[in-house]
Structure formats: C-alpha cells, structure tokens
C-alpha cells in the first residue's frame, strides 16, 4: 500500500538523501533541462526553420506585432533616455501608458542582446521557446525539493511547462506564457521553512524580487499571484491553526516583510504610473460584459482544442467552450487561445486517486485545495456548463468588482490549476515508485516501470499540436532601410495606421529600430472619457483614413488643406504608405492631393521632410 501519512519525525533536510541522491546532481538538472530546451524549440519550430529574424506566428493574429513593438520599445527608449512607462513613440504626439499594456519591459530588456543583433522578430521567436523552456525548468527545480525520484519532478515539469494552458496561450501571449516565477515563490518560501532553512531575510529578498519579476513581465498574472498567495496563506494559516502546526512566526513575518517591502520598492513607480499616471485609463482595460464568456467550461476539462494533438474528433466543440459572446449569450467568436483546461480523462483520475491517496500529506492536501481554489476561479463569475448559463454565481463574480482587478480575464487563472495539479502528479509519482520499488520482487526497475507507465498514460492526450503557424513577416524594404535614417524621435504616418483590426505598421516600426514616432496604434489608450478605446481618440484624418481602409476609392469631402492642418497637428516629418496595403490607391490619392507627387523608395511611397516644408 502506497504511504499516504505524513513522519512525525522532524523533516529531513530535503529530497536529495537516502538512497535516491544522485552523485552528480548538477548533471540530472542539466540533462533535465536539455530536454525541455529541446521541445520547447519544436512549438516555434517554423519560425526556427523559416528563419527567426523574419518569420512571424501567424496564430496570434494582431497580438504579434504587438508584442514585437513592446519588446523592441523598452530598451530602445532607455538606450535613448526616454521614460519606458509612458511615452509617445505611438499615439504621437499625445502618448500612452505603457504600465497598462501587456508592455514586460523586463523580457524587452532580456532580450535586448538578440535585438540587436537579429531584431525584434527574432527576439519575440526566442522567448517564446525560452518561455515554456523556463517555466518548466523552474518547476522541476522547485518539485525536487518535495520528491525522492527526481523523474517524478521532471514529469512535472512536463505536465506544468508544457501544459495545455501553455499550447493555448503560446498563440501571439508571450506576457501569459511566462510562467516560471510562481513555482519559484514556492521554491524559496519552502527554503526557508523547512531544515535547513535559509535567512528569512534572503528569503523574503528572493521572494520579493520574483513578484517584481511578474510585475514587469506582466501587471495581470502579478495581480492573479498576488490574489493566489493571499488564498495560499488562508490555506496554510487554517490548517496551523487547526492541526495546532508548530511554526516560527518571527521567521515567517521576518520572510513577508522582506517580500513587501522588496516588491513595493521595485514596483512602486510602475504601478503608480499604471494606475495615476499620465495616460492612464479609469476602469476596466475590458468590459466585464466583453470577456464574460472567456472562462473555463467544466466540460473543457475532458474535451481537447486545436491546440492539442490528439482531439479525438471533439475540436469544434473544445474550441467553442471559451468563446467571446455577445449579451444574449451568442458566440462570437471562438476563442481557443484562452482554453487551457483541457486535463485529459487519465489525467483527472490521476489527480483524484492522488489527492485521496495522499489526503494525509500536507503538501498533497495544499496542492488539491489550492488547484481546486484556482479551478473554480477560473470558471469566472457565474457556471457555463458546455456552452450553456446556469446562472449559479460563482467566487470570481468578487473579483470582477475589485479595482485593478476587473479586466481580468478568469479563464487564465486556470495556470494556477496546473501549477498544482502537476505538484499532485509529481507526489503521487514519487509515491507509486517508492512503493513499488519497496517490494524485494519488483524493486526499482519495476518502481521506474510502474510510473513510467502512469505518466505516459496521463501525458500522451496533453502533446500539444505544434508547431505554431508561422510565415515570413512582410516588411517593405524601406523600413530596413530609408526609414532607419529618419531623424531621431521624428514623427511619421505610416498607412495603415495601427489599429486593433491591423497594427502592422507597428511591426516596421519595431524592424525600423524604433526609429520614428507614430501616431496611432493597437494599445490601451484613453478615450475623452479616460475609458479605454484601443485606440484613442479618432482624428479626423485617421477617420479618412479608416475609410479608404474600408473600401472606399476615395475621400473627396476631406480637403487638402485639412490634410496638411492634421499632419501639421502631429508634427509629422514624413508619410509613408505601403502600397499593398488594402485601401493604398485611396491613401496615395489623399496624399497626393495634399503634399504633392511621392517618392517610391524600398517598395514605400514616401513624402519626405514635411517639417521642413511646413
């Protein structure tokens, strides 16, 4: 029978005693993360093969170049001394804050080597394989502390780093595919708790420093872990109190003080900016009206999505179980992307059996009732059951009303499920090899066969469908070239103006080294009202231009004159239209009509030096 309770006897000082400890642990680890690296690379596989410095995912849609303008934005403005929260090298000349994007100022000033020596594409193809690579290498790190069978943390590792909620938010969600830094809130919490304990001091240090980290990579899940942490501590405080836990409070406080205090002078400004400073948007980033049905179905834990490799036939359901909806309930719009639910029907009963096995454990007991806690969050406010309203108000309806909190979109609270339920696996692994390898017939090869077995079982429905779509960026020659030698911080229209319907131009701004400013753009931006437009306030040029990027031929009652008089507003330098662009002819002409005949340079038509000519 598989031991389910707890030693009295005093902890021992960690997994890596007793028979099971490696000679070389640094090895095991290494090896370990030689294999994630490796099938980290095969989800952006086609960007690798294509060619990383010009290959874009398409299955992120307008959320790439997007990202690609954050991670390139960051370290150009600090190189050049400009502000990284607020500025307006989009929305010109207003501005936007940048603290209430999905900006991770910290992956752009990562991976400022390799935008510099490749771009900014290459650099978003990057961290979307060093993301899942680092989100599962942490998670082993942290599991072997809790296991004597270091496979069984590396399972783990695999069911956490490479989980569904991975193969769904991979799709164009950098700032959500970071997710190596909760497993190591636990990692240095456990260091200091447990013998032998490391200086509450550098422990609260360490921790808080990892919510600075996710505060920079992104406001959303640092707010997420913090409403996490909070439900972890009411957990682990109740079963103290209950089962009467001796505990070191002096060095528990010592450890939060550290962590608050580290996180509140690391993240201070920022989160001063995003909630008063200029720029900043009042209420929601999203309407909880517009994101109330991208929440988890309880029947998406059974049934896969197009995000993974084996769907049995069931994707078009999967992939509707999470969908925008219109107020009468109506899709709108499937949204797979933010499915990550799906667990598997081997998996779920692996979890069961675990969290009854081991019941008696302290650590199985946390990781059922905290992946249980981020579970029913995700449901959102009130249960969906596939696909229909049931009305049953649900916990996360408080979080929907909270400040700061009202914009978050609850079917991503689910990576906290799986940041627990990977935890369960590994324990109930760890269990199942200990026993089995206990028995003089069977011993350890029987042990490693036995839960081999299991985790091929549970895995083998989660393999996500990589790799994910990807083709070469389309980038007119111009803005790797003339475009580079704008002045400094000059300010420049680029048709099509970025939108939340095409913000390529945002992408070549990027490519161009951020070298011009730009008035529109696919962000949160304010409206008149403060509330957010993904857009700003309309102009009535950007109006003009909308149309012709709607079909029009022409905009004959929008006169020349105003033409010149809006360009002059923006302090534009200079005009580029991409001639491929849909609605080009009607652009040129408005254009044409104003500032004259254009020049055609890198497959551009360009206006050039308009400050000078005003």
């Known amino acids: 029978m598989v031991s389910t309770q707890d030693q009295a006897a005093p902890p021992e000082p960690g997994p890596r005693h007793g028979h099971t400890k490696p000679s070389r642990p640094w090895l095991v680890t290494a090896a370990v993360a030689a294999v994630y690296l490796a099938l980290s690379v095969l989800a952006n596989r086609g960007a690798w093969t294509q060619g990383i410095a010009h290959s874009i995912q398409t299955s992120g849609g307008n959320d790439v170049p997007e990202e690609i303008w954050f991670l390139a934005q960051t370290p150009w403005v600090l190189l050049h001394g400009h ?18 994007n999905t900006t991770m100022p910290l992956l752009g000033i990562v991976g400022f080597p390799i ?18 690579f680092a989100s599962a290498l942490s998670f082993f790190v942290m599991a072997r502390r809790f296991v004597t069978w270091w496979p069984a ?50 422990s609260g240090v360490a921790v808080g420093l990892c919510f600075v980290a996710q505060f920079y990579i992104s406001t959303e899940v640092f707010a997420s872990l913090v409403v996490m942490t909070c ?48 720029h900043h948007i009042t209420g929601p980033a999203q309407p909880a009206t517009a994101i109330a049905g991208v929440t988890i179905d309880p029947v998406g834990l059974v049934v896969p999505t197009l995000d993974q490799r084996f769907t049995l036939g069931h994707t078009t359901l999967g992939n509707s179980l999470v969908a925008l909806r219109d107020p009468n309930w109506n899709i709108v719009d499937d949204s797979p992307v933010e499915n990550g639910s799906y667990v598997g029907v081997p998996l779920l009963i692996a979890l069961i059996v675990a969290a009854i096995m081991l019941r008696r454990k302290r650590l199985a007991l946390f990781c059922t009732v905290m992946a249980a806690a981020a579970l029913v969050l995700s449901l959102g406010s009130h249960l969906h059951v596939d696909g229909h309203r049931t009305g049953v108000p649900l916990p996360f309806i408080v979080i929907e009303h909270l400040p700061l909190l009202n914009s978050s979109i609850a ?21 199942v090899y200990e026993h089995v390898a206990a028995n003089d017939r069977l011993g350890k090869m029987g042990g490693m066969a036995t839960s081999g077995i299991v985790a091929l079982v549970v895995l083998l429905p989660l393999v996500p469908a990589w790799p994910y779509a990807a083709a070469p960026a389309a980038v ?66 950007e109006g003009a231009l909308a149309q012709c990027e709607g ?57 050039p ?5 005003n």
């Open 411 to 431: 079917a991503r609270w689910v990576t906290y499920f799986w940041l627990f339920a990977a935890l369960l696996l590994a324990l109930l692994l760890d269990a």
């Open 115 to 132: 935008t510099l020596l490749f771009g900014p594409i290459a650099t978003y193809n990057v961290l979307i394989d060093l993301a899942i």
């Open 609 to 613: 030096r308009l400050d000078a000519a």
């Open 551 to 607: 079909g029009a031929t022409s905009v004959p009652a929008f006169p020349a004159e105003d033409v010149r008089a809006q360009l002059r507003g923006w302090h534009t330098g200079t005009v580029a239209v991409v001639p491929s662009a849909p609605g080009a002819g009607c652009a040129a002409a408005l254009f044409t009509g104003a500032l004259g005949k254009p020049q055609r340079e890198g497959g551009v038509l360009v206006w």
């Open 231 to 278: 439900i972890a501590v009411v957990v682990g405080g109740g079963y103290v109190l209950l089962k009467h836990v001796a505990l070191d409070r002096q060095r528990l406080l010592t450890l939060a003080g550290c962590a608050v205090m580290i996180t509140a002078l690391g993240a201070g400004y920022g989160a001063w900016v995003a909630v008063a400073g200029p």
């Open 476 to 541: 007119p020659a111009w803005f790797t070239g003339g475009a580079r030698a704008l002045p400094v911080g000059s300010a420049a229209l680029v048709y099509p103006l970025a939108s939340s319907t095409n913000d390529s131009s945002m992408l070549w701004q990027a490519v161009a080294n951020m070298q011009f400013r730009m008035p529109g753009g696919f962000a949160v931006i304010p409206g008149p009202t403060g509330a957010n437009t993904f857009g700003g306030q309309a102009s009535p040029l």
């Open 153 to 202: 943390a590396f399972v783990g590792g695999l069911a956490y780093g490479f989980s569904p909620f991975t193969a769904a938010t991979g799709n164009g969600h950098l700032f959500l595919l970071f997710q190596a830094v909760p497993p190591l809130v636990i990692y240095f919490v456990d260091r200091c708790l447990r013998p032998p304990a490391t200086s509450p001091w550098w």
């Open 83 to 100: 502000n990284p929260f607020v500025n307006n090298w989009l929305n010109t000349p207003v501005g936007v804050n940048l603290m209430d």
